[in-house]
């Protein structure tokens, strides 16, 4: 790769959330530490168990953690884009990979090995305890759908998802929107439900006048009637 080439992929790599702080030059030295590919939509980009350790960082598009099991239920983990890091828990604990991670549009991700991912959580501290404040961040968030599925209904489960979908949206007066909806599919996988039971609630709520329900977006018509307690 020429240095202008370099220079770009090392100006691209401030959009990573882990390199905020960086200076110019530390950014060059990763950059030169790092390969970047182009994924098309649906790709895989790395299988559940897989014994590799590297590391991506999202540059372009979206990739999404997830597993599928051996009858074809797939279970939605979490959905990544740009500025996102994935890849990371096998680069530390050199376990295999816990879930698979797709392609969920065209993408662009830049990738950095094991060896060099631990040169530079010892080489720069503030790396290391940003990533550290990242880990804690996906764990909370882990823990807290791991609560809903295991304590909560279907009816409760929807409407929280609903309400984190709502907060990466598009707010329009009292409401927001969802571009692009998910699929009642993709819905379920995400809360640990069936499809069926996702389009019973959505139904529901767009006979409430909550929301409305397209192929192309999810229209949430009030928020704050979504944040109360829904339940008849």
């Known amino acids: 790769?020429?240095?202008?080439?370099?220079?770009?992929?090392?100006?691209?790599?401030?959009?990573?959330?882990?390199f905020e702080d960086l200076s110019d030059a530390q950014l060059a030295a990763i950059a030169r530490s790092c390969t970047t590919r182009v994924y098309k939509r649906h790709a895989q980009?790395?299988?559940v168990n897989d014994r590799t350790g590297d590391v991506f960082f999202i540059l372009e598009g979206a990739v999404r953690a997830n597993t599928v099991s051996v009858d074809g239920r797939?279970?939605?983990?979490?959905?990544?884009?740009?500025?996102?890091?994935?890849?990371?828990?096998?680069?530390?604990?050199?376990?295999?990979?816990?879930?698979g991670m797709v392609a969920?549009?065209?993408?662009?991700?830049?990738?950095?090995?094991?060896?060099?991912?631990?040169?530079?959580?010892?080489?720069?501290?503030?790396?290391a305890i940003h990533l550290i404040?990242?880990?804690?961040?996906?764990?909370?968030?882990?823990s807290e759908r791991v609560f809903e599925v295991s304590a909560l209904a279907v009816r409760e489960r929807v409407r929280r998802e609903l309400l984190r979908m709502a907060e990466a949206?598009?707010?329009?007066?009292?409401?927001?929107?969802?571009?692009?909806?998910?699929?009642?599919?993709?819905?379920?996988?995400?809360?640990?439900?069936?499809?069926?039971?996702v389009t019973r609630e959505l139904n529901r709520l767009e006979a409430a006048r909550v929301v409305e329900v397209s192929r192309r977006e999810i229209r949430i018509l009030d928020l704050r009637r979504l944040q109360d307690d829904l339940s008849e």
């Open 1 to 18: 790769m020429d240095r202008g080439a370099m220079d770009i992929q090392a100006s691209r790599l401030r959009i990573i959330s882990l």
């Open 45 to 47: 980009i790395s299988e």
């Open 74 to 99: 797939e279970v939605i983990y979490t959905d990544l884009g740009v500025g996102d890091i994935v890849g990371e828990f096998s680069a530390i604990d050199h376990q295999p990979r816990s879930s």
């Open 104 to 127: 969920t549009s065209d993408c662009l991700l830049a990738r950095m090995t094991t060896e060099k991912f631990h040169e530079l959580l010892h080489g720069n501290s503030s790396v």
């Open 133 to 142: 404040q990242l880990l804690v961040a996906k764990i909370r968030r882990m």
């Open 169 to 197: 949206g598009t707010r329009e007066g009292r409401g927001a929107v969802i571009r692009p909806a998910p699929t009642h599919y993709e819905f379920a996988a995400r809360i640990g439900s069936h499809r069926e039971a």
